[in-house]
Every structure is written in structure tokens, then in C-alpha cells.
């Protein structure tokens, strides 16, 4: 494999890039009209603009990037994540053109690709499930049925889905109906499908993930977990590796589980399989990922294996160069997602000009961002400024670095979650590691920020005016000394004469 396109944008595009490079690997970038003067498309070999600004009309335009690919000759396509990553057709059309594909194969696309499919793969095995419904409900009367019989509060859930959409939670029997209608007509208008499914819903949960890792010949690994659970609108915020709540017993069993989800499908590449983990750490299947995740750095700082490089070998027909047994599990890592959104303002997205971007620096410390100072942000795409992740001996030590380096990022002209980020590292319950996925709901209200900005403001004010006095001080004793120089100098000139 001599030259590859990354099929993405922004951060995973240099990102992606920067691993081909080392391995000596020429790159290809594939660019929207907004953004022509992006870093991604100035760091590639080779560049070619792609059509509008909307993803519809450029980044989802798999025929668009296809024909690239086999213009500029290249012999692999990368997709990031996002887009065409998780798109089956798109990977067989990749395929079809005799291009490798670097991800899973289409079918292994397809399964996970639908949570009904995916957990009807996974029950082969075994993998603990939440209890619900075997498979698409579609009628009201089977709907209320099956929430008796598994308990309120339920969850709907669309097969589909991803990122909160065409998700509902029902307390009460009287509620369902309604809440079902909407979460089928906003999936359907999400992803062009309305099946939504019934599970019981978890009260307290964490979110863990686990990074798996399967080659063409048959053999899959586990990189350990990531703790996901501090989420906005059912979207992560803040990652981390490994889960300060599982022992080593408990680590081994989800890893195990996880290894079992790939073989279910015959998992080729990277990708990930998320649980459900309650309050006595019972873990339950949720989902699979069928890509490289964002929070990736977090699982590489701790093992030290590039993933990007081991989804490129594995593409091109390389067996895994470990076993098991032979990853190693160093430190703690964690990942704070630096949006363009405005955390006092319901997260909003924000867009702009970036006046102001100088990234932090020093031990520990890794940034992966897609911009640079005057650029502008878009509005046309997720608002992800970059990934900060911290790296130390142990969680205290990442989280002191986190902190550090969130106090050292300069950013003005967007707002953004930074702010957001020091609130959550020194929440106490994120301290002790007694947070699940309503943390946000429960601790964090915008407000707090404002207090914070007024704390900070209030210490300004005081260091301004204790400045402004010691000035004043010496402005006063310079004026004295220059009147006592003054009448020297006359002295002098008069002794002169």
C-alpha cells in the first residue's frame, strides 16, 4: 500500500495522514469548498476539492470520492469516522473498484450497523443483554405488553440510530404511545428507517467501551476499556482509559465479552464495543462501533500502539504482531472534547473566526486538532475543535495535567467547552469516580460557569488594582527621585559656574 485517501475531514484527517506519512505512505485529501485552506488539505501529498461545502454535496459523495481514488491511483481509502465510515454500500463500492477498504468488511458493516441485527449476532455467543425486545416493535398493544412484563422505566430505541435520536425514556404506561410515535418519525427522519426497539432502561449506568482490534486470519485482541459516561444529549464529552470503577476481574471478563462480539461477525480492524455497566458492574451489550472512534488517543497513549497504523497493516493482509497477552496497560489517559459550542447556552454550536488559538504544550500532553489562528469554523459540520488528551503514571496525575493544559489552551472567537471541561475534573464525583451517564443532568448547570468566570474575574480585578497601587508607588517615588536628581544636577551646574 504506497498511497492511500482519507476520506474526512479535520482532525481525523490529519490525524490519519500523519500515521501514513510515518509509515512512508503517500496521502491524498479530499476537501469541501469551505475547506479549501483547511490543514488536512495543505499537509497531503495530494489534494483534490470535491464539491460544496455540505456534506451531502461533498464528504457523503461516495461516487465523487471513488473517482478520485481511482484517478489519482491510490490503493486504500481510510474514512475516519462520521460520513462514510459505517456506510456498508460505500465500502462495497470501494471494494468493487478493486481499492482496499481500510475498515471492516461490508457485511460486519451491515450487522452492527443495525442494533437489532447486532445484538441477534451477539446472543450466539452469549454476551449479556439488557432484557427487551427480540426484535422491531411496531405495535402499540406488544409495546405495552412487553414494558410490563420487563418493568418502567423503559427505553425506545431506534434500531438505526446514533447520537440520542429516536431515543425516548417512558416512566409510565400512559406516556409510551406518544413517546413511541415520536422516537419512530424521528429516526425515520434521521436515518430513513423508523424501527425502534424496547429495553429496560438503566437508572444509574456507565458507559465503557472496549477497543478491539481483529485481523483477516481469525485472531481478535482487546485494548482494554474507555470510560464514556460524561455525555451531553447522549454524546461524550469527556473519555477516559482506563475505568476507574472495574477491577482487573471485571476488566477481563468485558475485554473477553468484547473479543466474543467480533467473532460474531468476523470482525477485520479496529472498532468498538460499547455496554451498559450498572451499579454492582453488571455489564450489558449495547452497541458496536464499526470504526476508529474519536476517543482513540486515549487507548493509544496507554498501550502505546497506533491504531491508525494497525488498521493500514491490517488492510493490506498484515497478521496482528501481539497477542493478548503482550499488550501492556500503563497509566491513565484522558480525552476532553474542545467543541465550538457554548456550554452556558444549552451547548449550542458557535461559529466564527478564531482570533486566538495557541494549543498547550508538555509532559503528558497531546493535542489533535484541525485548525489554526483566523481560520473560521463552519457551520455546515460538527463543531469539533480538537481532542486534548492528557497523559499520567496515574488518574491523578492525568487529571492535574488535563487541568493544567486546559488553563494553557488559548482560544477566543468561538465559544467554547473548555471551561465546561475544569468544571467536570473538579467536580467532586468525577474526582472519586462516582459519576454514570446523567452527570451532566444532575451536577452541571450554567450557571456554575458564570460563577467561575466571576471568581476568576474577581481575582483579576484585585490583582489589577493591587498593580495599579504598587504603580502608583513607584510612578510617586521616581517623581521624588527625579526632583532630588533635579536639584542635584542644578547644584552641580551651579557649582560649575
Not at 475547506?35 to 464539491?51: F, K, N, T, W
Not at 441485527?117 to 416493535?137: D, L, Q, R, T
Not at 492535574?400 to 471551561?419: E, F, M
Request: proline fraction near 4%.
Amino acid at each position: 500500500m504506497k498511497k492511500i485517501l482519507v476520506a474526512n475531514r479535520g482532525e481525523i484527517a490529519l490525524r490519519v495522514m500523519k500515521s501514513a506519512r510515518e509509515m512512508g505512505i503517500l496521502t491524498v485529501a479530499v476537501y469541501s469548498e469551505a475547506d479549501r485552506l483547511s490543514p488536512h488539505v495543505r499537509y497531503a501529498d495530494e489534494a483534490v476539492c470535491i464539491g460544496p461545502a455540505p456534506s451531502k454535496e461533498s464528504y457523503l459523495r461516495g461516487d465523487k470520492i471513488i473517482e478520485v481514488a481511482k484517478k489519482l491511483q491510490v490503493d486504500g481509502i481510510h474514512p475516519g469516522y462520521g460520513f462514510l465510515s459505517e456506510n456498508a454500500t460505500f465500502a462495497a463500492m470501494v471494494e468493487q473498484n478493486g481499492i482496499t477498504f481500510i475498515g471492516p468488511t461490508p457485511e460486519s458493516i451491515e450487522i452492527m450497523g443495525s442494533k437489532l441485527a447486532a445484538k441477534e449476532a451477539a446472543k450466539k455467543f452469549n454476551i449479556p443483554m439488557v432484557p427487551g425486545s427480540e426484535g422491531a416493535i411496531t405495535n402499540i398493544q406488544e409495546a405495552k405488553t412487553l414494558a410490563r412484563a420487563i418493568g418502567y422505566p423503559v427505553l425506545i430505541k431506534a434500531s438505526a440510530g446514533g447520537g440520542g435520536k429516536g431515543m425516548r425514556v417512558v416512566y409510565r404506561e400512559e406516556e409510551l404511545e406518544e413517546q413511541m410515535t415520536r422516537a419512530q418519525s424521528e429516526a425515520l427522519n434521521a436515518f430513513g428507517d423508523g424501527s425502534v426497539f424496547i429495553e429496560k432502561y438503566v437508572a444509574s449506568p456507565k458507559h465503557i467501551e472496549v477497543q478491539i482490534l481483529g485481523d483477516n486470519y481469525g485472531n481478535i485482541v482487546y485494548l482494554y476499556e474507555r470510560e464514556c459516561s460524561v455525555q451531553r444529549r447522549h454524546q461524550k464529552v469527556i473519555e477516559e482509559a482506563p475505568s476507574s470503577c472495574l477491577t482487573p476481574e471485571k476488566r477481563r471478563a468485558i475485554g473477553e465479552a468484547a473479543v466474543l462480539v467480533g467473532k460474531s461477525c468476523a470482525y477485520i480492524g479496529a472498532g468498538t464495543v460499547e455496554f451498559l455497566v450498572d451499579e454492582q458492574l453488571n455489564f450489558y451489550f449495547l452497541e458496536m462501533n464499526t470504526r476508529l472512534q474519536v476517543e482513540h488517543p486515549v487507548t493509544e497513549m496507554i498501550t502505546g500502539i497506533d491504531l491508525v497504523k494497525e488498521q493500514i497493516k491490517i488492510a493490506r493482509g498484515e497478521k496482528l504482531s501481539f497477542t493478548q497477552e503482550e499488550i501492556p496497560l500503563r497509566g491513565h489517559a484522558i480525552e476532553l472534547r474542545v467543541y465550538a459550542e457554548d456550554p452556558a447556552n444549552n451547548f449550542l454550536p458557535d461559529i466564527g473566526r478564531l482570533t486566538e488559538y495557541r494549543k498547550p504544550e508538555g509532559p503528558g500532553i497531546r493535542v489533535d486538532d484541525g485548525y489554526e489562528a483566523g481560520m473560521h469554523i463552519p457551520i455546515y459540520y460538527d463543531p469539533l475543535l480538537a481532542k486534548l488528551i492528557a497523559y499520567g503514571s496515574d488518574r491523578s496525575e492525568a487529571i492535574a495535567r488535563l487541568l493544567r493544559a486546559i488553563d494553557d489552551y488559548q482560544i477566543t472567537g468561538v465559544k467554547n467547552t473548555l471551561s465546561f471541561g475544569k468544571f467536570v475534573l473538579q467536580h467532586p464525583d468525577f474526582l472519586n469516580g462516582t459519576f454514570d451517564t446523567h452527570f451532566v443532568a444532575r451536577h452541571f448547570r450554567p450557571e456554575l460557569l458564570c460563577y467561575e468566570q466571576e471568581d476568576e474575574m474577581e481575582i483579576a480585578a484585585h490583582f489589577a488594582a493591587f498593580t495599579y497601587q504598587q504603580s502608583q508607588k513607584q510612578t510617586s517615588a521616581l517623581t521624588t527621585q527625579s526632583a532630588h536628581r533635579s536639584n542635584w544636577v542644578r547644584n552641580r551646574s551651579q557649582y560649575r559656574h
